[in-house]
């Protein structure tokens, strides 16, 4: 998703050629002054890889109980033999 605050600027180019020489204009996006490509998205940076490893946490304590579970069903079931 583009920014919105960031604009186009044209650039002016002259291409030299064994007949002579072209200007070629192009239409070029500029990056805004925070990064060298362009503006940052919303979900970059520390926030995002907080939230990341946020996640990583919560499905790796999800996935121990539902196997914690499993393993006390076993359990259980083992004993009415």
């Given at each position: 998703m583009a920014d919105p605050t960031t604009t186009?600027?044209?650039t002016t180019a002259?291409?030299?050629t064994a007949?002579?020489?072209t200007a070629v204009t192009a239409a070029v996006p500029?990056?805004?002054a925070d990064t060298a490509t362009g503006p940052k998205t919303m979900d970059a940076g520390k926030w995002a890889?907080?939230?990341v490893y946020l996640r990583l946490v919560i499905y790796t304590a999800?996935?121990?109980v539902f196997a914690g579970f499993?393993?006390?069903l076993f359990?259980?079931?083992s004993r009415n033999r």
């Open positions: 186009a600027t044209v002259t291409v030299t007949v002579g020489a500029t990056g805004a890889n907080k939230r999800g996935i121990h499993i393993m006390l359990e259980l079931g």
